[in-house]
């Protein structure tokens, strides 16, 4: 009787059935959804991890574990600057202690200091440097903009700052060594950027940086960094930004966030002077393209060498392509972040089109990667490991499954794998050794069930969800539900990890038309055949191996859930015997569940004019599942005695109870798991009998044929009146997603309403307009002389 | 009696007889100062609080009920910050706009339209010591056209729809004569950068000592009749309001030579001392800490209950000197002032500030007779 969420507002659900919409609420979306079966070994490419493919902006480099240099990534260009100070004491003090004196808070002025750059200095009485590191500190303090507090402008010019310059300047002058004159023309430049003085910025690059014509360094880059940030967007700040971006890994992800993808890249390229410029160019110009950027790899390639920036950048392209393709290939979902723009599709038939032509023309463009990729040759061991695990994956993505087996033989080289490329291609594998089996014929080959344990242990969802389902696809639903079952078990609802599916038969029909469990999944999908033979099979394993184990531990413990399912299928079909067969099968112990006593406990065979889920005065007994259909099944068989007297009064009661097990009801847990108003998870099955209520219209009408009291007739007529009600509304809301229906439009197409009119025009206003007549009406059978 | 501006101007282009120009100033400033009628006092308040977004409905029936003509509000207080140099600190929430929408802010808005119908709001900045004593002219150059541009922004942004502009700025501050030739520039050069009306308020120290602190460049002073003594320097005297401290400034031999407002106080404040030492303010309401409170001598009271009280935590045995102005004092001090000072025939009062629980401490015929008073 109860509802298990929202029980109000039927009209607003009624509204939302009509096709799904992710109108207000939690959705899934972005890393919700997007199918990422690999782990790659990011930390390989410590110079780009703000640009891992992720609907998220970018990837915190905090999620990225290890770091192969041993040094944070982020301060790349710091370590640079330390070498830079170690050469000019002929690299004798410690990295570290430059490091640390440059960058952290030793102090400057010891000449014992325990720091050896500190010593050094000292020692060769370089006072000016240790001047320069001093103003340095106090110059840090500014490296940031902030908020005009006269709230003028955007961010403060600030006086202090101002005289910061003014004194860089001033050593500048007495400078003679050209070093420390770059460091302070530097020093000026980001001053001159935080406090907003672009005039001074520009002539100071102009005056110590622009005209550096070799052994450029990272003060080159940094300082062009600035200058990138205050020139006028255009193609010229475009170059900037992108020599920038290759030389100072710690300010990509600033400076690609001004990168101008609306300039053609040839306006930027024609002010590049070199190959290598060149190549810096299209490595922004990819990097910034969240779509296919395969021809910027091409040109990249042609111009560059740089192995790290080109691994990347096809393990960026993989991932891409593995979310357009298995995203919805798996899920149904559209990719996480489409290659098309945000838009959102209806869920129907005709979006499973489109999605698949995407699919399609996806693989192909795999296809060309792939190409690409073969014509490649990388010698860094790691980076080439890399290359094996894309190709290997992209020959999966084109469903060429003797190509990627052939890749994979890679596997049988296992000294020349790192850790984390292996695991990837044996993930490969496991996906390809079940798609490439004969549909009809797909089993889980042995290899692969360690496997399965151990990723389940990982809480690879996607891996095991792709294992599912190409089971699923190659037809073997049985051993498809057994993975499912063990889906999303090891992870939190809010985890990336987690995963959240659609299916087509839900399509076009649910506000909520996704799953994230086994068994929603199959009260959907599931045929009773289907299930039937997952019980079977269940109850027929024998095995104590521990992938049995794994694979069946849910599922037993669901048994009787299982039945309760199939029993709730066969009662959506009308097969009552069948369902009670089922229903027999399902422990007390469900019964007496708290989710089960709390929505099944009124009366279904009691029904009035109105009543749907309150309690009402026949509440006085209350039936299981089983119990109820048994009931009905007994009623059923009296009204369809022609020799037994009361007929008509079994056909009601039967109608009844077809009425409550509806929406309109208060027995609609005999047909549904859930019922909100927002009409989730709907079944295509009976949807329109739990809406429409026609069952029961049937049996209404059978009732008043039986009947020998014209009050009585009248009432039943009335009642089917009331069922046509509901048939009207629902099919008004499937055909109307976005209006209200009008209820005395609604009063007046109701053919039974009108037929009561006409023949018991006596009875009509009083079965019409007063909410107490019911029982009078109901009791009239008795004083036409009947028994019950 | 009417003031005589005009023919004063025209009398000394045509007579240059100079016994007879020293007599017609002496009637003519007389005329200007005599009221046998006494002095008019235009209603006033100040608001302080920076925190607050609006007038709470206490404070809104305040000001329908007393219906003063201007409200004094502090936009912002002006601080030296080593990294930012001069900036403006504790800015103003107050809002002062129609709303539109629910319907709490609609009742609001009629209140507000109400009580502001004709009210003038005067933006009021504060200036700390320590701004004048670290800035040169040329930053004080700036500091003025960034006042200026503040309060303009914020008369713009938060008095929506009060449908006339402002026409005085009036400069708070607790010059010294170290500070005082920084401090009248800075006056002048808002004076020529706003074009307004430039009051200033003045303690009752440089209203006494003139010669020694001088006049400062504005065109009206608001003689501040409060904070007469340092706070924890007189253990026995109201520091808020001292009538014999009073006294002793308001008497002098020459009256001021600017237009002279007058700000009274209406507000008062508990001085916590704990094992001797001073250690934070209490401020009203009192309702919850008044019970625990046990009077040992004129204004000093002893803690008998720990009890929390705002962020201060205050322990059985503390004391608490509690200064407030009872409504006689304040006529006691307005006596003073019509006697001593040379008030013109309508002037300022300005109650110091508009706070509910503050008011609350006063009936209305007591509130208002504080500007009554002047005409009497």
Request: proline content about 4%.
């Amino acid at each position: 009787m109860k509802r298990f969420l929202l029980s109000l507002l039927l009209s607003v659900s009624s509204l939302l059935w009509a096709g799904q919409a992710a109108a207000c609420g939690y959705y899934p979306q972005g890393e919700d959804i997007r199918f990422s079966m690999l782990k790659p070994d990011y930390a390989m490419f410590p110079g780009f991890s703000s640009f891992f493919y992720s609907t998220r902006h970018f990837y915190y480099r905090e999620e990225v574990e290890g770091d192969v240099s041993g040094k944070d990534s982020m301060a790349a260009g710091d370590w640079q600057n330390t070498a830079l100070w170690r050469l000019r004491c002929l690299n004798e003090p410690e990295a570290e202690d430059v490091y640390a004196a440059v960058y952290g808070e030793t102090d400057l002025s010891k000449k014992n200091s325990t720091n050896s750059f500190i010593r050094y200095l000292h020692e060769h009485s370089d006072t000016t440097a240790i001047q320069y590191l001093q103003f340095a500190r106090t110059c840090s303090a500014y490296n940031e903009v902030v908020s005009d507090p006269w709230e003028r402008h955007e961010y403060a010019n600030l006086p202090s700052r101002h005289r910061l310059i003014q004194v860089a300047a001033q050593r500048i002058k007495k400078l003679e060594d050209k070093e420390l004159i770059r460091r302070y023309a530097f020093l000026i430049i980001r001053l001159a950027y935080y406090n907003n003085e672009a005039d001074i910025l520009t002539s100071t690059y102009d005056t110590y940086f622009n005209n550096t014509e070799e052994g450029k360094n990272i003060l080159d880059y940094w300082s062009l960094s600035f200058r990138a940030l205050i020139e006028p967007a255009g193609a010229l700040r475009n170059y900037y930004t992108a020599q920038a971006f290759r030389h100072v890994p710690d300010k990509r992800l600033m400076l690609q966030r001004q990168y101008d993808k609306s300039i053609p890249v040839n306006e930027t390229l024609a002010h590049a002077s070199d190959k290598e410029e060149k190549a810096a160019v299209w490595l922004l110009e990819a990097i910034s393209n969240p779509a296919r950027a395969l021809d910027a790899l091409v040109q990249l390639r042609a111009l560059d060498t740089d192995e790290e920036a080109l691994s990347f950048l096809l393990l960026r392209e993989v991932t891409k392509l593995e979310d357009w393709i298995y995203t919805p290939y798996y899920t149904y979902f559209e990719p996480s972040l489409q290659e098309e723009g945000w838009y959102s599709l209806q869920n129907n038939d005709s979006t499973f089109a489109v999605l698949q032509k995407r699919i399609k023309r996806d693989r192909a463009y795999a296809r060309e990667v792939l190409t690409f990729a073969r014509q490649v040759t990388i010698k860094n061991k790691a980076y080439n490991n890399c290359w094996q695990v894309c190709k290997s994956y992209l020959c999966l993505m084109t469903e060429d499954y003797t190509g990627c087996m052939a890749a994979l033989q890679l596997l049988n080289k296992p000294n020349t794998l790192d850790a984390s490329s292996a695991e990837s291609l044996r993930l490969i594998k496991a996906v390809c050794l079940i798609a490439r089996q004969p549909k009809g014929k797909t089993v889980i080959p042995d290899e692969i069930k360690p496997l399965l344990i151990e990723q389940f242990d990982k809480k690879n969802e996607d891996f095991l969800f792709a294992i599912a389902k190409e089971l699923e696809y190659k037809g073997n639903s049985t051993e498809a539900i057994f993975v499912l079952s063990r889906v999303n078990e090891g992870s939190g609802r809010w985890d990336d990890e987690y995963v959240y599916w659609k299916t087509r038969k839900m399509a076009n029909i649910s506000q909520i038309d996704y799953c994230y469990d086994y068994f929603d999944y199959m009260d959907i999908q599931y045929s009773p055949a289907q299930i039937q033979q997952l019980i079977t099979t269940l109850q027929g394993t024998s095995q104590t191996d521990a992938f049995t184990a794994w694979k069946t531990k849910r599922l037993k413990q669901d048994l009787s859930l299982l039945y309760d399912l199939l029993g709730t299928k066969y009662i959506r079909k009308n097969d009552l015997v069948n369902a009670l067969s089922a229903f027999k099968k399902v422990s007390d112990t469900l019964w007496k569940s708290e989710a089960y006593t709390s929505n099944l406990d009124a009366n279904p065979f009691y029904a009035n004019m109105y009543n749907e889920h309150a309690a009402t005065e026949g509440d006085t007994i209350t039936y299981t599942k089983k119990t109820l259909v048994q009931t009905l099944l007994s009623y059923l068989k009296k009204a369809e005695d022609p020799s037994n007297p009361d007929r008509d009064y079994y056909y009601f009661l039967v109608a009844n109870c077809y009425l409550n097990m509806t929406q309109h009801g208060n027995s609609w847990m005999m047909r549904r798991y859930y019922l909100n108003s927002r009409g989730d998870h709907e079944h295509p099955d009976d949807r329109d009998e739990f809406y429409s209520a026609g069952l029961a219209q049937s049996y209404y009408l059978k009732a008043k044929a039986a009947s020998k009291s014209n009050a009585f007739a009248a009432l039943c007529l009335r009642m089917a009146g009331r069922c046509e009600k509901h048939r009207l509304i629902f099919r008004f809301n499937c055909q109307n997603r976005y209006a209200f229906y009008d209820p005395d439009s609604i009063f007046e197409s109701n053919i039974y309403y009108a037929q009561l009119k006409e023949d018991y025009p006596d009875d009509y206003d009083e079965l019409i307009s007063n909410c107490m007549s019911f029982q009078e009406y109901f009791n009239e059978r008795k004083r036409a002389g009947v028994r019950l | 009696m009417k003031t005589i501006r005009l023919p004063f101007c025209l009398f000394l282009s045509r007579f240059s007889f100079t016994p007879f120009i020293i007599l017609c100033i002496l009637l003519v400033s007389g005329s200007c100062k005599k009221k046998p009628g006494g002095t008019e006092a235009e209603r006033a308040f100040y608001y302080w609080k920076s925190n607050e977004y609006s007038l709470t409905d206490a404070e809104l029936n305040q000001v329908k009920k007393l219906q003063p003509t201007k409200l004094y509000v502090k936009f912002f207080e002006v601080k030296s910050d080593s990294f930012y140099g001069n900036i403006p600190d504790s800015k103003s929430q107050l809002h002062m706009h129609r709303f539109q929408g629910f319907s709490y802010e609609q009742y609001q808005d009629s209140m507000l339209r109400a009580a502001f119908n004709n009210m003038s709001v005067i933006p009021v900045v504060f200036v700390r010591n320590e701004v004048l004593r670290n800035s040169s002219h040329g930053l004080l150059d700036t500091l003025a056209d960034n006042m200026i541009f503040l309060i303009d922004k914020f008369y713009r942004e938060k008095y929506v729809n009060m449908n006339k502009p402002y026409q005085e700025i009036q400069i708070d501050c607790d010059w010294t004569i170290r500070t005082r030739d920084q401090y009248f520039y800075l006056l002048t050069q808002i004076k020529k950068r706003s074009n307004k009306t430039i009051s200033c308020t003045l303690r009752l120290y440089p209203y006494k000592y003139t010669d020694k602190m001088g006049v400062p460049p504005v065109d009206k002073v608001t003689l501040m009749c409060y904070n007469l003594i340092a706070p924890l320097d007189h253990e026995d005297k109201n520091s808020i309001l001292h009538t014999g401290e009073l006294t002793a400034y308001l008497k002098k031999t020459k009256p001021y030579p600017l237009h002279t407002d007058i700000a009274l106080p209406v507000f008062s404040w508990m001085q916590v001392y704990q094992h001797g030492q001073f250690t934070g303010t209490v401020k009203a309401p009192y309702d919850n800490i008044m019970p625990v409170l046990k009077q040992i001598k004129p204004l000093w009271y002893e803690v008998t209950e720990d009890i929390e009280c705002g962020d201060m935590y205050l322990r059985q045995g503390d004391r608490i000197k509690m200064e407030d102005v009872p409504g006689e004092t304040t006529h006691k001090a307005i006596e003073l002032l019509k006697k001593h000072v040379q008030l013109e025939e309508k002037i300022t009062v300005t109650l110091f500030h508009l706070d509910e629980h503050e008011l609350k401490r006063y009936s209305h015929e007591t509130l208002s007779s504080f500007f009554t008073a002047f005409r009497q």
